[in-house]
């Protein structure tokens, strides 16, 4: 794995847990040496965007397909309980 690589999975995990929607899109679009790994680290950025309520995060790698598609396994540890955690008493 080249350093570019590195730092952009690095970015890409960061703007997940942040909730960075534009910025995860960004990321997502690189492509060929630059692809970011959506599975680094067991899905640690799809785990952070759903513990942290980051619902429009979620939906977007929820969304995407092929090699890229969140296994079956994340999703199940995603519940609504989990994207509402931070929100607090309704």
Do not use: N
Not at 24 to 52: F, N, T
Not at 54 to 62: F, G, I, N, Q
Not at 67 to 72: E, F, K, L
Request: charged share 20%; proline share 3%; hydrophobic share 40%.
């Amino acid at each position: 794995m080249c350093k570019f690589t590195e730092k952009a999975d690095a970015a890409f995990q960061a703007a997940c847990y942040e909730g960075q929607l534009g910025i995860v899109r960004k990321l997502l679009a690189l492509s060929g040496d630059r692809r970011v790994d959506v599975h680094a680290q067991l899905e640690w950025a799809y785990h952070m965007a759903c513990e942290y309520g980051r619902l429009d995060v979620v939906r977007e790698l929820l969304a995407l397909t092929g090699q890229r598609t969140v296994p079956a396994g994340a999703r199940a540890q995603c519940t609504p309980q989990s994207l509402h955690a931070e929100a607090g008493p309704s």
